[in-house]
């Protein structure tokens, strides 16, 4: 929580006493690109608050961002709610009936789009939004719902809000509190339909301050953003954490290939990176894993625990100046960590910090501290200051029971759902996370899965699927894995690497390429199985050939593959 009685938990706050602390410091931009500075971004902000005020947006009305990472994506935001608006952050890579059924259900006042995503709302049977503005400056065509570009909003706004300040005029801003609605986010879950998260002031504010205390950070560092800022791992880490404490924001653009961003990494230098675990784990497995396989000495020495440190120290270096050189700390959340790809991780002394969270509580609820050595591999370290945890229902053989969080950054509830709301934040509130886990003597919190997910066998013994796949995941010509129950047997179905597999097949026929794939998932089988309880064990893996349908984290939705046949 942050110090001091003249703290006000508000985005509006953050944002203003920014500006007073940096200035002239960059602030947010395009990567490679000259930064907004503070003050910049502060007028910004005012002038196109003023602006939406004008066009008649009141206290309480809802405004939709659907649209890409860029610093106007942040731009508009924080303009929405300076003047006392609700922001609804859509995922980009949200289907069309998804879009419109939340534009449905909001009836927001205003969108801001791009090119790429304004086809989803030119057949909406709702009514469409009053105002619709491309921060890409994309202009539609005649005949279809006129748009504004963001750019002629912008200057125009710019030039009205400095006529008026220039003659004394002071612009009154609607008078905004702690807990004052400031998101309604759409969940990407894993366990069905999406629910609408409603986040206030104080749940976004307290959380990226709570943040803020898990690492020293200088004014100045650079925080690379390479995730949808419309999910709110990104938006309280990536983006209001590094205003609060006047970090530099450098927007990566759309999802970048490992070659541009290293590119990337390589003119910015970030200090601080928000990934989900894919990113490492692809790393680990396409330019760490053949590195060491090609070469006979390295996977001798791997086989020795002295050896195996070295060879990590040594492509951990290399890891880091694939980040620029200059990265203190990669947070990495949103789904779990390979439990391999961790080991690799702490021997090639790569500074990470693993975190966990949700929607629900905007979004941390553990992750270190930086450098606390009492950090269990395989935990996500301890709870975030002002959060408190404890797990309820403990199976009293394993201790693993209902994660359950309480602190300022628990929602406010869900939208039009007071039913699902008092169900899962109890009378004191205890938000019931539906995660199971543990906590450890020291206090660090580990995740073993979700609550629906568990498989029940039918000699009663409870299996974490999660769990298994992190075993299936770690081969390096597997992509992804899912486990599931069918007529009381474990089935596993397995997404391949057909690039790797295609370089290792290179010059075969077809059914030799079809039998050495063959081969793979049953040796993938027998090894699995050979580490794992009998009742736990694998009775077929198949393979799937497409990948599964995943949520924003690429987190796979279960739900979709409850009843999964081998039709697949």
């Known amino acids: 929580m942050a110090d001091g009685p003249d703290v006000r938990m508000t985005l509006n706050y953050v944002i203003d006493s920014s500006k007073e602390k940096y200035g002239d410091l960059g602030a947010v931009g395009m990567a490679m690109e000259r930064p907004v500075t503070y003050e910049e971004l502060h007028e910004r902000i005012c002038a196109l608050a003023a602006g939406l005020m004008e066009k008649g947006l009141s206290k309480g009305d809802r405004v939709a961002i659907l649209a890409e990472n860029s610093h106007h994506w942040g731009t508009a935001y924080l303009a929405v709610v300076r003047c006392g608006g609700v922001g609804v952050p859509i995922l980009p890579d949200l289907p069309e009936a998804d879009v419109h059924h939340i534009l449905g259900e909001m009836k927001v006042k205003a969108i801001f789009t791009t090119q790429r995503q304004i086809d989803k709302i030119y057949d909406l049977r709702s009514e469409r939004p009053e105002i619709v503005i491309t921060l890409d400056d994309f202009q539609s065509a005649k005949g279809l719902p006129a748009t ?85 791992y990104e938006f309280t880490t990536g983006f209001i954490l590094p205003l609060l404490i006047g970090g530099r924001i450098a927007y990566a653009g759309k999802t970048p290939t490992p070659a541009i961003l290293q590119n990337l990494c390589k003119h910015e230098k970030p200090y601080v990176i928000f990934a989900v675990p894919l990113v490492l784990e692809k790393i680990y497995k396409k330019r760490v894993l053949p590195n060491i396989e090609k070469s006979r000495l390295l996977r001798l020495l791997c086989k020795f625990r002295r050896g195996r440190r070295l060879v990590h120290k040594k492509a951990g270096a290399k ?23 961790e080991q690799f991780l702490v021997e090639a002394e790569f500074p990470y910090l693993v975190g966990y969270g949700q929607t629900e509580t905007a979004p941390l609820i553990a992750g270190g501290p930086f450098g606390d050595t009492s950090i269990a591999i395989g935990s996500t370290g301890k709870p975030l200051p002002g959060v408190e945890v404890k797990i309820e229902d403990i199976d009293t053989e394993s201790g693993i029971g209902e ?51 568990i498989i029940v066998m039918a000699s009663g013994e409870n299996i974490y699927p999660e769990a298994i796949e992190h075993k299936i995941n770690a081969y390096p010509w597997v992509v992804e894995s899912l486990v599931v129950e069918d007529n009381g047997k474990l089935n596993a179905w397995v997404y391949p690497d057909y690039e790797y597999i295609d370089e290792l097949t290179a010059g075969q026929m077809r059914t030799q390429r079809r039998e050495y794939l063959d081969g793979l998932l049953d040796d993938l089988r027998r090894e699995v199985n050979a580490g794992l309880a009998t009742t736990s064990r694998l009775a077929e893996v198949f393979e799937r050939r497409e990948p599964f349908i995943k949520t924003a984290t690429h987190k796979i939705k279960r739900y979709l593959y409850d009843r999964y046949a081998k039709i697949a």
Not at 166 to 189: K, M, N, R
Not at 422 to 448: F, M, R, V, Y
Request: glycine share 12%; with cysteine.
């Open 148 to 232: 504004v570009k963001f750019s002629d909003y912008l200057e125009t706004a710019l030039a009205d809000y400095r006529e008026r300040t220039h003659t004394g005029e002071v612009v009154e801003f609607p008078e905004v509190g702690e807990d004052d609605l400031a998101s309604i986010l759409y969940t990407s879950g894993t366990s069905g339909f999406s629910k609408a998260v409603m986040l206030s002031h104080r749940n976004l504010t307290s959380n990226a301050y709570g943040a803020s205390r898990l690492m020293d950070i200088p004014v100045g560092s650079v925080f690379l953003s390479i995730l949808p800022m419309s999910h709110t």
């Open 403 to 453: 994660i359950h969080a309480r602190g300022p950054n628990v929602m406010l509830g869900y939208y039009n759902d007071e039913e699902t709301t008092a169900a899962t934040i109890g009378p004191e509130g205890w938000l019931a996370t539906g995660d199971l886990g543990l906590l450890d003597e020291q206090g660090n919190l580990h995740i073993k899965g979700r609550c629906k997910n």
């Open 319 to 341: 890891l880091t100046e694939f980040f620029g050189g200059n990265l203190a700390m990669m947070g990495i959340g949103g789904a779990s960590l390979n439990p391999e790809v």
